[in-house]
């Protein structure tokens, strides 16, 4: 087996990376302690938020899990949790019976319509109002350059096994 010779990170590639992950673990945090008090977690409003805004309210679960970013499993995990919070319902996909969507109830509505004022003042004053009109633009080109790629990845990945 060949051995991969490792390319170090330089100064700024070092800083780069740990300003990132300092700073949108620490904002994921804050963005989640702020839901508590509506008790949703960031995982919770994530897919209600997916849900209220597709068709019907409802979503396949394999669409739901990749538009949320988790796994399977994880999502699974959420649901069991959500099902008891009454927020969604799980249905039998009719046509393959295999599959299964996640339908948002009007209980899951009136949560996320009383948590999303509250969800967008914090991550504008947590995010938005410390970046400039094109540090906006900036960062969406770059995440969805990050973002295109890594998908890109998982996909091949995926395709392998």
């Given at each position: 087996?060949?051995?991969?010779?490792?390319?170090?990170?330089?100064?700024?590639?070092?800083?780069?990376?740990?300003?990132?992950?300092?700073?949108?673990?620490?904002?994921?945090?804050?963005l989640?302690?702020?839901?508590?008090?509506?008790?949703?977690?960031?995982?919770?409003?994530?897919?209600?938020?997916?849900?209220?805004?597709?068709?019907?309210?409802?979503?396949?679960?394999?669409?739901?899990?990749?538009?949320?970013?988790?796994?399977?499993?994880?999502?699974?995990?959420?649901?069991?949790?959500?099902?008891?919070?009454?927020w969604?319902?799980?249905?039998?996909?009719?046509?393959?019976?295999?599959?299964?969507?996640?339908v948002?109830?009007?209980?899951?509505?009136?949560?996320?319509?009383?948590?999303?004022?509250?969800?967008?003042?914090?991550?504008?004053?947590?995010?938005?109002?410390?970046?400039?009109?094109?540090?906006?633009?900036?960062?969406?080109?770059?995440?969805?350059?990050?973002?295109?790629?890594?998908?890109?990845?998982?996909?091949?990945?995926?395709?392998?096994?």
């Amino acid at each position: 087996m060949a051995v991969k010779r490792t390319k170090w990170l330089n100064t700024s590639e070092m800083a780069a990376w740990r300003s990132y992950v300092v700073a949108s673990r620490r904002l994921m945090d804050a963005l989640d302690v702020d839901l508590q008090e509506h008790d949703l977690s960031m995982a919770d409003y994530e897919v209600l938020a997916h849900l209220s805004e597709a068709p019907g309210r409802r979503m396949r679960m394999s669409e739901l899990a990749e538009t949320s970013m988790v796994s399977k499993s994880r999502l699974s995990h959420r649901m069991k949790v959500m099902v008891k919070a009454g927020w969604v319902e799980r249905e039998v996909c009719a046509e393959d019976k295999r599959g299964s969507f996640a339908v948002m109830t009007e209980k899951g509505w009136r949560a996320i319509v009383r948590a999303a004022p509250d969800h967008v003042a914090s991550v504008r004053s947590r995010f938005l109002d410390n970046l400039t009109a094109k540090d906006q633009d900036d960062l969406a080109k770059i995440f969805d350059r990050v973002t295109a790629r890594l998908r890109k990845q998982y996909l091949e990945s995926f395709n392998k096994n």
